[in-house]
Structures are given as structure tokens and as C-alpha cells.
């Protein structure tokens, strides 16, 4: 898809099954593009939605339980996030399913990028008894949760929304996953080292990348080694 000036770019997130196709197709309509990742036949679905003036794109991400790099679909997610740095994560949850799912909510806050959560299957929670406090899974999570009914076009409006008003606003505080004293220390301190490479704080979170090197990752150690000097 060619590159527009003052195009912005989100990317839709989630594990699989959540229903990202669904929301992506609800917000973007026909207005799709259809690519593969560079080198990889996996497919790269994007689309655009205008939203008062502004272009806004969409980038379906492959699905994932985590963001470890496992599996092709993992470095993929990961490499995009990082790399491309869009400017917030719609982050798609399966509410029928919040424990589970919320496992790669962690994950994508902790990139550092703004969350939105778009609380799907809100229906099939429901109909199994469930009652989400949204509003305090927001003050957790630092992020707008939106219920939707994805597969009824419900929930479009407040998403929409709630996408703009988290890339107009400036000053998103990132999620912060409490590791606990002992790991807390470790985690600081690392942080404080990296900070002192330049090009290291310029590009990445180094709060994730602390973490991702404390769990001795193979690609926060490249990183390192490339852009740390
Ligand atoms: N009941 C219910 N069904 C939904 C909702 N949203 C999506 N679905 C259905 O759930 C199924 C999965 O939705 P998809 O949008 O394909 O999910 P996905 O996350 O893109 O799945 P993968 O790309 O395979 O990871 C489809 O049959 C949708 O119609 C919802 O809010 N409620
Ligand atoms: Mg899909």
C-alpha cells in the first residue's frame, strides 16, 4: 500500500479466534489491501478507515497467544510492533475468554505502544453469566476498553473513538506489570545501563527490552549488539 502523509498507522492485535478479522472488517469495510510479509507467505491484510480528517490504517496482524518468537506468527506480530511502530494497538479481546487472553495483553502493553482494548464476544460472556468491570480493566490495563459485538457491527462508533483519542493523546502513561521487589531491582538497574546507549532508547522501550533480556531473548540480544554500540 503506498505511503500517505499524515497517514496513521494501527495495528490490530490479538490471540486467534478473538475476532480481529471481524473488528478489522467492520472498521475498514472494502477498503483492504492484501500482501505478504516480506520473505514469508503469510498474509499481511491491510485497510483504511478516514475518521474526521484523519487516514487512519489498519494492519491485521497474524494471531498469537503470546509475542515470545516461537513461531513464525510470533516474529512476525513482534517484528511489526517493533519495527514499524504504529501509532497504537488495538488490542483484541475475547471477553468469553479475559484470563487466557489477557496473557498477550501483558505482552503488547509492555512494547510500550498504546492500548486499546476492544472487548469482544461481549455476547457470549454474557450469555455465560459473566459481568466484566470495563472500567477497571481499563484503569489496569492504562488503556481504553471498548465492549464490542464484532460480528453485529457493535461497538463500532465507541472504538473508533476511542482509537483517535489514544493517537491524538500525547501523554499515554505505558502499562507497568509489577515484577515484584527482587526482580524490580534487577529490572531498574538493567534499564539504567541501557539508558546510557542512545540509539538503543531512541528506538525501543527499555523497559520491554530489560525484561526481554532478563529472560535472555535471542533478538533483544541482537538488538543489542547492533544498535547498543
Ligand atoms: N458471538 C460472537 N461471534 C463473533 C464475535 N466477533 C467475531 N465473531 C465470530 O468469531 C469467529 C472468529 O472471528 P475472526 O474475526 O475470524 O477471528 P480472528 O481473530 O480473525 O481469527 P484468526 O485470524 O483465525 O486468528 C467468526 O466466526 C466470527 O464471526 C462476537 O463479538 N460475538
Ligand atoms: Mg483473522
Redesign the pocket.
Given at each position: 500500500m503506498k505511503k500517505e502523509p499524515g497517514k496513521i498507522v494501527i495495528a490490530v492485535a490479538?490471540q486467534?479466534?478473538?475476532?480481529?478479522?471481524?473488528i478489522f472488517n467492520m472498521l475498514t469495510g472494502a477498503r483492504q489491501h492484501v500482501a505478504n510479509y516480506p520473505g514469508v507467505t503469510v498474509e499481511k491484510k491491510t485497510g483504511f478507515y478516514r475518521y474526521k480528517g484523519d487516514t487512519v490504517e489498519l494492519v491485521d496482524l497474524p494471531?498469537t497467544y503470546s509475542l515470545t518468537s516461537y513461531t513464525q506468527e510470533e516474529r512476525i506480530a513482534r517484528d511489526f510492533l517493533l519495527h514499524e511502530k504504529p501509532a497504537a494497538i488495538v488490542n483484541?479481546v475475547d471477553a468469553s475468554n479475559l484470563e487466557r487472553n489477557l496473557y498477550l495483553t501483558f505482552q503488547l502493553g509492555e512494547m510500550g505502544i498504546p492500548l486499546v482494548i476492544a472487548l469482544?464476544?461481549?455476547?457470549?460472556a454474557k450469555s455465560r453469566g459473566f459481568k466484566i468491570d470495563t472500567e477497571e480493566l481499563a484503569r489496569q490495563l492504562k488503556a481504553s476498553v471498548v465492549p464490542?459485538?464484532?460480528?453485529r457491527g457493535k461497538g463500532k462508533k465507541e472504538l473508533e473513538e476511542a482509537i483517535a483519542a489514544t493517537y491524538r493523546n500525547t501523554a499515554t502513561v505505558p502499562f507497568h506489570l509489577d515484577y515484584g521487589e527482587a526482580l524490580e531491582i534487577s529490572l531498574n538497574s538493567l534499564e539504567k545501563r541501557l539508558k546510557e546507549n542512545p540509539g538503543l532508547s531512541e528506538s525501543y522501550s527499555l523497559r520491554w527490552m530489560a525484561i526481554k533480556l532478563m529472560e535472555n531473548d535471542s533478538e533483544a540480544k541482537k538488538i543489542l549488539e547492533k544498535k547498543g554500540k
Open positions: 490479538g486467534p479466534n478473538s475476532g480481529k478479522s471481524t494471531g483484541i469482544n464476544m461481549m455476547d457470549v464490542t459485538v464484532g460480528n
